[in-house]
Nanobody
Framework: QVQLVESGGGLVQAGGSLRLSCAAS????????MGWFRQAPGKEREFVVG????????AYADSVKGRFTVSRDNAKNTIYLQMNSLKPADTAVYYC??????????????????WGQGTQVTVSS
């Protein structure tokens, strides 16, 4: 088992920035690909970004490319999501996810076998 706890969400104006963090505990952090998903009201959960175990590879949804940056600190068992140039369309609950079974770039949510509780990001226009 691995436990994931997100933090850093909040309310920001369009064009602003937020940095999300996800702290992991339990099994060895390096065993997992890590990622972020988001879910807006009335919509399905969607892939935002994935990062490989050794931080060598990342994959971003087209909607966030060039604006969001993911990183991981294996020594701190933490991943981060730096979100810049935020838009109202980015408003959602953001979930940290870990996968021991799927590749870091899989968009298939059921291949991510551990999830955090989510953190709300609201972008006002």
């Amino acid at each position: 088992q691995v436990q994931l706890v997100e933090s850093g969400g909040g309310l920001v104006q369009a064009g602003g920035s937020l940095r999300l963090s996800c702290a992991a505990s339990g099994r060895t952090f390096r065993d997992f690909a890590m990622g972020w998903f988001r879910q807006a009201p009335g919509k399905e959960r969607e892939f935002v970004v994935g990062i490989s175990v050794n931080e060598g590879s990342t994959a971003y949804a087209d909607s966030v490319k060039g604006r969001f940056t993911v990183s991981r600190d294996n020594a701190k068992n933490t991943i981060y999501l730096q979100m810049n140039s935020l838009k109202p369309a980015d408003t959602a609950v953001y979930y940290c996810a870990a996968s021991s079974v799927g590749p870091y770039n899989t968009r298939t949510y059921y291949l991510w076998n551990f999830w955090g509780q989510g953190t709300q990001v609201t972008v006002s226009s």
